[in-house]
């Protein structure tokens, strides 16, 4: 009896942390069943071609960004900036720098204010307020909500201005500061053709993710994985990654 209850016991305590632990690591089969759920939502691109993305919020932050953009030059790949308007406003000459580089700037809103609390009035003001900053060029047109928490209304009011809600495939969680080994050890179990892997330049101290990026560049080029842009890896799609996604 004594042995019945103690396997219930941790049969109850795996079932309540595997959500909570998939905020630091995605298995791809979990992905693949929220891509079927949240058909409006792109997760990851399905894809034949050797290709994913690397991405970055909340910046521009030139302490972390000028690191970043260092380090895709040295390693020649591109990536995907989810810029946020009102730090773009004071870095704005990172619009320029981020594009001429050969990088994807997409829009995170104009605050970090989590989208989960904005009325459908503050979400449209705060992506056309960006979108005006970053002088939007993409087709589709991209937003990442900040915190990449959503709610169900947003995906068709987004489509409704021309975009498509993206959030990602790949996270650790890299804003809590995890040790430098998990990252780097998560980030590379997680490559795969056609993931999103979300980490940040911005919001606070991204030392770590500058020290984790080069290792996991190598490991995809040392599986033929080439980083590429978010709108390249979505044209390498012959499916529709999204519904929202025109």
């Not at 900040?146 to 709610?151: G, Q, Y």
Request: a positive charge; glycine letters at 6%; one cysteine or more.
């Amino acid at each position: 009896m004594g042995y019945s209850i103690i396997g219930i016991t941790l049969v109850l305590v795996v079932l309540l942390l595997f959500p909570f632990s998939l905020w630091i690591y995605q298995p791809f089969w979990v992905i693949r069943i929220l891509s079927r759920l949240f058909t409006k939502l792109i997760l990851y691109v399905p894809t034949e071609k050797n290709v994913f993305a690397i991405t970055f919020d909340d910046g521009p932050n030139p302490l972390y960004t000028d690191g970043v953009l260092s380090i895709l030059r040295k390693h020649d790949v591109k990536a995907t900036f989810f810029v946020v308007g009102e730090r773009v406003e004071t870095h704005p000459e990172y619009i320029e720098i981020i594009r001429k580089a050969g990088h994807q700037l997409c829009n995170h809103l104009y605050s970090t204010t989590m989208a989960l609390l904005l009325s459908r009035q503050q979400f449209v003001e705060s992506l056309l307020r960006t979108e005006e900053l970053i002088n939007e060029q993409n087709d589709p047109k991209l937003v990442r909500p900040p915190s990449s928490l959503f709610r169900f209304w947003m995906f068709d009011l987004a489509k409704t201005y021309g975009y498509s809600v993206v959030l990602g495939s790949a996270y650790t969680l890299d804003w809590c500061k995890p040790p430098r080994w998990y990252m780097r050890w998560a980030l590379k179990r997680m490559l795969r053709p056609g993931i999103i892997v979300v980490v940040h330049d911005g919001g606070g101290n991204r030392q770590r993710t500058l020290d984790v990026l080069p290792d996991v560049i190598v490991e995809a080029q040392r599986r033929n994985l080439r980083p590429v842009t978010l709108d390249e890896l979505i044209r390498s799609s012959d499916r529709n990654p999204g519904s929202n996604a025109v």
